[in-house]
């Protein structure tokens, strides 16, 4: 009977062993998952100012994704449908949209936005803010124009205080997903829709005064832009990305161009410890 308690007692520390070896297996594997996909990715993560991927599918907070901890409070009745990658956030036109606070990483001379939008029309009616930080002077809008209905990029100038930036291509309020980016940069104000170029203006220092300071997403930094539709994927970098770069966020995602995942290795590994917990002590207890 001793020796049979003996070899029960010794089975359960081989049990235990086990599942810790998993444990930290299992951690290993996650920061080298991590490390591998910053190594292969195609656009330097140290370039994003905020990615809201919009997986949540609950909550009253927007995650930003990069380490740049740009999360967004999500204002109105909070809705996610399908999107292109995972899940998107639902605007209703009226009284939803993401605000992140001011502070110096969204305060930009040079920048990149990008955003997947299934939005609805508005013609005559308003116009669809993807994101904007400050109304009047404003340091950067990326928004469907209300009368066109098609892309526009618009900034207030430094020097005389007076508004630019490009506007064209195809409508874009037609119920159907297109990947929408703008661009601040040496080589101008430069529009995309679906991964080509549909407008450009020469570049100009854009005020960084920011009248409201805030970053909104899917509304005007003072309300008024509301959209009406779904938004995805939305990004914004410090620095002025390639049109390949574009195509590639809009081919594979976010998560793949950056290395950023919507949910962090963290929280991957208390989910997967706590499993191993579970496990180990329902083993134990045979």
Not at 139 to 161: E, P, W
Not at 170 to 181: E, F, K, N, R, S
Request: net charge negative.
């Amino acid at each position: 009977m001793v020796l049979f308690r003996l070899n029960i007692n010794f089975l359960k520390l081989e049990k235990k062993q086990v599942y810790t070896r998993l444990y930290l297996f299992s951690i290993v594997a996650i920061l080298m998952l991590t490390v591998s996909l910053h190594a292969i990715a195609k656009i330097d993560p140290a370039t994003v100012a905020g990615l809201w991927l919009f997986e949540e599918d609950g909550g009253d907070i927007a995650k930003d994704s990069s380490d740049a901890g740009n999360h967004g409070t999500i204002a109105g009745p909070k809705k996610w449908q399908e999107g292109k990658f995972g899940s998107a956030l639902e605007f209703n036109g009226s009284d939803v949209y993401v605000e992140v606070e001011a502070n110096d990483s969204i305060i930009l001379e040079e920048l990149t936005i990008v955003a997947w939008a299934n939005l609805k029309p508005s013609q005559g009616t308003r116009w669809q803010s993807i994101m904007m930080r400050g109304q009047n002077p404003r340091n950067y809008l990326l928004v469907v124009d209300k009368d066109s209905q098609t892309l526009q990029l618009s900034m207030t100038r430094a020097a005389d205080g007076g508004f630019g930036g490009p506007i064209g291509g195809p409508v874009i309020t037609d119920g159907d997903w297109h990947h929408l980016a703008g661009v601040f940069g040496e080589d101008g104000f430069i529009i995309y829709a679906d991964g080509e170029e549909v407008g450009r203006q020469n570049y100009a220092k854009p005020s960084l005064n920011a009248n409201p300071s805030r970053m909104r997403i899917g509304d005007g930094s003072d309300g008024g832009h509301q959209c009406d539709g779904l938004l995805d994927e939305v990004g914004l970098f410090n620095v002025p990305l390639s049109q390949d770069d574009i195509k590639s966020i809009m081919s594979e995602g976010l998560e793949s161009a950056t290395g950023f995942l919507a949910v962090e290795p963290e929280n991957k590994l208390t989910t997967t410890w706590g499993k191993l917990k579970t496990g180990l002590y329902s083993e134990l207890q045979n």
